[in-house]
Nanobody, 116 residues
């Protein structure tokens, strides 16, 4: 019903910046929360940032002040601007969407590697 496709991942040096995007298609009406999660090898998937339909945002403590989540007016695209990247930010980043009716969807993920 909803497809999420991430883009923008890649290799970046410590201190650099990267901007991820996630386009939603299909039955996008009714999407409430959009979020970014990440999962590093050997670790559990963790919430990085979320944004409500009203624009309220929440961030993991580890990324506050460095990452910014945003969404467009149509609420079908979200971005994650990542600045001052650290090696510990290396992970597969997943786009997430939650509908008002309780359905949720995941993107396939995009790899972000922060390394010198």
């Amino acid at each position: 019903q909803v497809q999420l496709v991430e883009s923008g991942g890649g290799l970046v040096h410590p201190g650099g910046s990267l901007r991820l995007s996630c386009a939603a298609s299909g039955s996008i009406f009714g999407i409430d929360v959009r979020a970014w999660y990440r999962q590093a090898p050997g670790k559990e998937r963790e919430l990085v940032a979320r944004i409500s339909s009203g624009g309220s945002t929440n961030y993991a403590d580890s990324v506050k002040g460095r990452f910014t989540i945003s969404r467009d007016n149509a609420k079908n695209t979200v971005w994650l601007q990542m600045n001052s990247l650290k090696p510990e930010d290396t992970a597969v980043y997943y786009c997430y969407a939650l509908t008002y009716s309780g359905s949720y969807y995941w993107g396939k993920g995009t790899l972000v590697t922060v390394s010198s």
